[in-house]
């Protein structure tokens, strides 16, 4: 048990003074009543979870910014490069980035991960031994770093929607459903051997990349969080529509209603009548600010998208940069640089950071299918403590206090985190950082002298 003495502390119903939060040995939080403190911070507020990740790709950051050939980089270009690099990489490699990426999330000020795994087998595409090797890789690296894991594997059956064989950087994701779900079920044992609030998930990878009736099929043979990319590129919208006659988000409202268990990532691609229909679904829409500003994607329409209700969850994506207040910062500036306006996802009168950090705290807990997103007895100890003492936030109280993280500092104002119940950042650091950046280091040494 640990009782944690807040300063200042975001609760359900609002900011409180002077907050006393008990942890349970499970992890969750028991009291939020007097008792004597083991810490006290300065201000506490429900940790998000960070929904989409693909860690391997973190490696590759900052290797992709030079301009191609061709004149005209795109998503595309980059996607290439993406499939000759991921040729390379061994399981120790995948557990070694991946150990890294979580550490800076948690650094960050996320609790938990949703790693949408689509690495699965070896180079030239062979399943190893254990059909599920990958997935042991990614659940070690979060039994080194201690954050709260959604492992998300992928279904990924054919290189585009006409049915066409995976291409030759595409061979080490693919499997047809049978082999998917024995894939899924050992991806379950491997997830057996982490903390209790470590989810298994499921996540057909595009319209593109499985057949209608696989989608159809796992939606319905499998519970827990359903996550898939949806209408991120214009060349994904014109695939789908000249193959099934319909855009992708309407396709999919017709065909395979999402619901709450669901999490669309990107949505970029949308007209409004799409936006507002699906966000009353009630699925999350899985948003990924840097890496679409990043890939070119477009911009989201968050505006029509709150407004009609829709759940929100930020994720890192590509990792190229981790980042929790700057992805909420770059997803309103996108909104504003389209919209010629300020304070664009703010309700009327109130906060924009609070509105986008509540958001993505309890959108995102509901992609992960974590019982977070609020400081309340009963919920996950997902927790994040800010540095009061910052220059900048001197004086500043309730909503100012998060507008002034998200807009104006970043985040080396996270001084504590804790993933359920779990203590992995303190004082800024990350309990066992330097160790796993050893290992990062040594990983990325051994690619740059194989590519
Ligand atoms: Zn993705």
């Known amino acids: 048990m640990t009782v944690i003495k807040a300063a200042t502390a975001l609760l359900p119903e609002g900011w409180a003074q002077d907050i006393c939060v008990t942890i349970g040995v499970d992890g969750t939080i028991t009291a939020l009543e007097p008792a004597p403190p083991d810490i006290a911070v300065d201000i506490l507020l429900p940790a998000p979870s960070n929904v989409h990740s693909h860690a391997f790709q973190r490696a590759m950051a900052g290797l992709t910014e030079t301009r191609g050939p061709s004149g005209r980089d795109s998503f595309w270009t980059w996607r290439q490069l993406m499939f000759r690099f991921l040729d390379r990489l061994t399981p120790a490699d995948v557990q070694a980035i991946a150990a890294q990426v979580q550490v800076e999330m948690l650094e960050a000020g996320y609790a938990a991960c949703g790693e949408f795994h689509y690495l699965h087998h070896q180079p030239g595409g062979s399943p190893y031994a254990n059909l599920?090797?990958?997935?042991?890789?990614?659940?070690?690296?979060?039994?080194?770093?201690?954050?709260?894991?959604?492992?998300?594997?992928?279904l990924y059956q054919q290189g585009g929607v006409d049915g066409r064989a995976l291409g030759p950087g595409q061979i080490r994701f693919g499997n047809d459903p049978d082999r998917f779900l024995a894939l899924r079920e050992g991806a379950g044992r491997a997830l057996s051997q982490l903390p209790d609030d470590a989810v298994l998930g499921t996540a057909p990878h595009s319209l593109r990349a499985v057949t209608a009736e696989a989608l159809n099929s796992l939606a319905e043979t499998t519970t827990g969080p359903f996550h898939m990319h949806l209408a991120e590129q214009v060349g994904e919208v014109e695939e789908i529509a000249s193959a099934y006659g319909a855009r992708p988000v309407e396709w999919l409202l017709d065909t395979c209603p999402p619901d709450r268990r669901w999490c669309l990532i990107h949505c970029t691609q949308m007209e409004p009548h799409e936006t507002a229909a699906l966000a009353q679904t009630g699925a999350v829409a899985g948003l990924c600010p840097i890496t679409e500003a990043s890939l070119g994607d477009g911009i989201f329409d968050g505006v029509r998208w709150l407004d009609s209700g829709g759940a929100l969850a930020v994720g890192s994506d590509s990792n190229i940069r981790i980042a929790l207040s700057e992805e909420l910062r770059q997803l309103e500036y996108s909104q504003r640089l389209r919209d010629r306006g300020r304070a664009v996802l703010a309700a009327p009168g109130g906060s924009t950071g609070r509105r986008l950090y509540e958001a993505a705290a309890t959108g995102g807990a509901q992609a992960m299918a974590r019982k977070a997103g609020r400081i309340a007895p009963g919920q996950l100890a997902d927790l994040v403590a800010l540095d009061g003492?910052?220059?900048?936030?001197?004086?500043?109280?309730?909503?100012?206090?998060?507008?002034?993280?998200?807009?104006?500092?970043?985040?080396?104002?996270?001084?504590?985190?804790?993933?359920?119940?779990?203590?992995?950042?303190?004082?800024g650091r990350h309990v066992a950082r330097d160790t796993v950046l050893a290992g990062y280091r040594a990983c990325l040494a051994r690619l740059a002298e194989a590519l």
Not at 137 to 146: E, H, K, N, T, V
Not at 402 to 416: G, P
């Open 132 to 154: 599920a090797e990958m997935s042991h890789a990614i659940c070690a690296a979060a039994s080194d770093s201690g954050i709260g894991l959604t492992l998300l594997p992928v």
């Open 389 to 427: 003492s910052a220059a900048d936030l001197t004086g500043r109280r309730g909503d100012a206090l998060l507008d002034t993280w998200i807009f104006a500092r970043d985040d080396r104002l996270v001084r504590e985190v804790w993933a359920a119940g779990r203590h992995m950042v303190r004082g």
